[in-house]
T-cell receptor, first 114, second 109 residues
Framework: NAGVTQTPKFQVLKTGQSMTLQCAQD?????MSWYRQDPGMGLRLIHY???????DQGEVPNGYNVSRSTTEDFPLRLLSAAPSQTSVYFCASSYSDRVVEGYTFGSGTRLTVV | GQQLNQSPQSMFIQEGEDVSMNCTSSSIFNTWLWYKQDPGEGPVLLIALYKAGELTSNGRLTAQFGITRKDSFLNISASIPSDVGIYFC?????????FGTGTRLKVLA
């Protein structure tokens, strides 16, 4: 089982560039989300989706867009990269929107914006 | 927004020692979870707690859901080098988790 697959694992962007972080899961999970991890800040929710066609903002959504056209994929788009978006990004999924049974996380994308 | 406070922020311990860490909130939550993140990887669920006062074990790990529903504790017995990593507590809000800031554990052989 692949679980949650994130690509790329590492990326360097110049300020102002755009890019898409990919996330795919093969567990037929309805719930998917994106978090960013910064030193001393823990994991902060960017966007989440409770099913195909449904997305909503989390705690730190500014500068990011998401869409959920299929159950399997939940890409995160950086519209115009800024140094403040340098972080490690994690995608996570769960079977249901109740999320009480825990997330499955991807292995992360380490993004540096210069 | 809601915050979970974890302590300590980091700790160095000798192999074989027991470890204790905790997580507190100013709000009541009905589900508490503990995750571990290995270096370079995503977090992995260790223990989930669903009932106030509940004590749950997973091998050398034991976690307790505080009776006030505002805190939780994680204990690791007889630590080994592979216990190194960041330990996060998390609680469930609507459609999402709220994560603590993490306790970074380093084990000295």
């Amino acid at each position: 089982n692949a679980g949650v697959t994130q690509t790329p694992k590492f990326q360097v962007l110049k300020t102002g560039q755009s890019m898409t972080l990919q996330c795919a899961q093969d567990m037929n999970h309805e719930y998917m989300s994106w978090y960013r991890q910064d030193p001393g800040m823990g994991l902060r929710l960017i966007h989440y989706s409770v099913g195909a066609g449904i997305t909503d903002q989390g705690e730190v959504p500014n500068g990011y867009n998401v869409s959920r056209s299929t159950t399997e994929d939940f890409p995160l788009r950086l519209l115009s990269a800024a140094p403040s978006q340098t972080s490690v990004y994690f995608c996570a999924s769960s079977y249901s929107d109740r999320v009480v049974e825990g997330y499955t996380f991807g292995s992360g994308t380490r993004l540096t914006v210069v | 927004g809601q915050q979970l406070n974890q302590s300590p922020q980091s700790m160095f311990i000798q192999e074989g020692e027991d470890v204790s860490m905790n997580c507190t909130s100013s709000s009541i939550f009905n589900t508490w979870l503990w995750y571990k993140q290995d270096p370079g990887e995503g977090p992995v669920l260790l223990i989930a707690l669903y009932k106030a006062g509940e004590l749950t074990s997973n091998g050398r790990l034991t976690a307790q859901f505080g009776i006030t529903r505002k805190d939780s504790f994680l204990n690791i017995s007889a630590s080994i080098p592979s216990d190194v990593g960041i330990y996060f507590c998390a609680v469930t809000g609507t459609y999402k988790y709220i994560f603590g800031t993490g306790t970074r554990l380093k084990v000295l052989a």
